[in-house]
């Protein structure tokens, strides 16, 4: 059974936002990496911004690829370089392990999202 | 699960065991059981078992059955009983029909052929195609049988321990016994297809379903179509329809010494023509730099940006900590040492050709 942190708002990508001031966290849901299997490769070209729902990069597990899809528009601020070299850290706790910080331009975006207990009822189907 | 999906003996077993399912060759099929990278590593340093009865059995036999095997199979029919020959079913124009092993039985004009499950009905109507005029009987009996991969430097202990017959210990690679279980035939042989040592048990679909049973409390790790991919591919293994398919021919895949030019055989002359004019294309093996996953149909460039080329398989071998494909490129940059790249997504990582052969196989003796 997948976990789902409260706190976090969730997409219906998998991914999931912490939402710090105008800063949007964001990483993949336990569900996303249990279906993922061991991700072996966290591909995040070099972008200045994202847009809600594209593309800003890729997850490699040994099964496959799969696209991660922004949940928010803004400019990237930081990416978590500890992923480079350890992307195991997204298997062992997804939730600890942020993959790109987004300063937000537009935060109502964020109502578009699930909340702990949604994500929870929205894997479950 | 989809509609209309094959399932094998062991279906049941898979889904009481938490296995991921997916459609593979027109079968419901274990992925994986825990971690493909656990059951990798399982069948490197112990030993773990795969359901491959999906896998097609076709008995060939009749008054010319070595001559008509001999016609349709690029290698030599293997000639005493008990041993096994590598090699493929080709099309006139040398595109690849199947690759298969084949089986020389105990009685005289007695062949098995064991082909890929998603091309069992096109290999038996390529074989009943080209039986004109020879006295044979092909008969499909995949339906009949189970087969269960047991795969690893620990697999000759187990395999002792639950037959409870000391010749599987003496059994070379690519040979086989006749033996039974459940009161029916069994096939024990000496092969398979992650690089490592191991057995290939072919038994009815009620003993598949007890001897997994059993090799399972003898402590053998369950392992999904997941690990058993990425292990065939370190070893240089070819997977019909990515390395070899109607238009890559076995010259081209880099598997010429599986096709004996010295006899006839269907395909033969287009063969020897890509030998000696050259092939356009060859399957090639790539070492990426850094972490980059490349996979199939991702393309294939020169350091100048030309495409010269598609990935056919490609993995971060959990064996070997690299990032490696198998490409098909053209014969003009398929050299070991060229340099190359690979586009994925949106950027393009430097790439060597290397030998296809990633890891070093423990096969027995």
New interface residues.
């Given amino acids: 059974m997948s976990k789902v942190q409260e706190g976090l708002l969730y997409s219906e990508s998998h991914e999931w936002v912490r939402v710090e001031g105008p800063n949007a966290f964001i990483g993949i849901s336990d569900f996303a990496q249990e279906e993922m299997?061991?991700i072996?490769?966290v591909?995040i070209?070099d972008l200045d911004n994202v847009m809600k729902g594209e593309e800003f990069g890729?997850l490699?597990?040994?099964?496959?690829?799969s696209d991660l899809y922004s949940p928010v528009t803004g400019t990237v601020s930081e990416r978590n370089t500890d992923l480079?070299d350890a992307?195991e850290l997204l298997n062992e706790d997804p939730y600890a392990n942020w993959i790109i910080r987004v300063h937000m331009s537009d935060p109502s975006e964020l109502e578009d999202l699930m909340d702990a207990a949604a994500y929870e009822a929205f894997i479950a189907k | 699960m989809e509609e209309n999906l094959l399932i094998t003996p062991l279906h049941a077993s898979h889904v009481a065991l938490g296995a991921k399912m997916s459609p593979f060759a027109g079968f419901d099929m274990p992925i994986q059981y825990s971690s493909i990278l656990n059951e990798h590593e399982a069948v490197r340093t112990a030993a773990g078992m795969f359901d491959v009865s999906h896998m097609g059995e076709i008995f060939v036999s009749g008054p010319d059955a070595e001559r008509y095997v001999n016609h349709v199979f690029t290698n030599f029919a293997p000639t005493e009983p008990g041993k096994i020959v590598y090699g493929m079913l080709l099309k006139e124009d040398g595109g690849t029909v199947d690759d298969l092993l084949v089986y020389r039985e105990a009685e005289p004009q007695h062949y098995l052929l064991v082909v890929n499950a998603a091309n069992i009905a096109k290999d038996f109507a390529h074989l009943k195609a080209h039986a004109g005029g020879f006295d044979v009987k092909i008969d499909n009996q995949s339906e009949h049988w189970g087969q269960i991969a047991l795969q690893g430097p620990g697999a000759e202990k187990i395999a002792v321990e639950v037959l409870g017959e000391t010749k599987a210990a003496s059994l070379g690679f690519y040979e086989f016994y006749d033996s039974s279980r459940g009161g029916k035939r069994m096939i024990v042989s000496r092969t398979g297809y992650t690089g490592e040592d191991g057995f290939e048990l072919y038994a009815s679909p009620e003993a598949t379903v007890e001897l997994w049973n059993t090799l399972l409390k003898a402590g053998v790790v369950p392992c999904g179509l997941g690990c058993r991919d990425t292990l065939r591919f370190e070893a240089g293994l070819p997977l019909y329809g990515d390395e070899l398919s109607d238009h890559i021919s076995p010259v081209e895949a880099g598997l010429g010494m599986f096709c004996k030019l010295d006899k006839e055989f269907v395909g033969r002359d287009a063969l020897a023509a890509q030998k000696a004019e050259g092939v356009k294309q060859k399957v090639v093996g790539l070492e990426i730099e850094g972490k980059a996953v490349a996979r199939a149909g991702y393309p294939v460039l020169t350091p100048e940006g030309a495409e010269v080329g598609v990935v056919t398989t490609g993995y971060h071998s959990p064996s070997l900590g690299k990032s490696l494909c198998f490409a098909l490129v053209d014969a003009a940059h398929a050299a070991l040492g060229t340099p190359l790249a690979v586009r994925v997504r949106t950027r393009s990582f430097p790439c060597v050709v290397v030998k296809k052969r990633f890891y070093q196989p423990n096969y027995k003796k």
């Avoid at chain 1, 490699?60 to 690829?65: I, N, P, R």
């Fill in positions: 299997g061991d072996t490769w591909d070209p890729a490699e597990s040994v099964k496959a690829s480079e992307p």
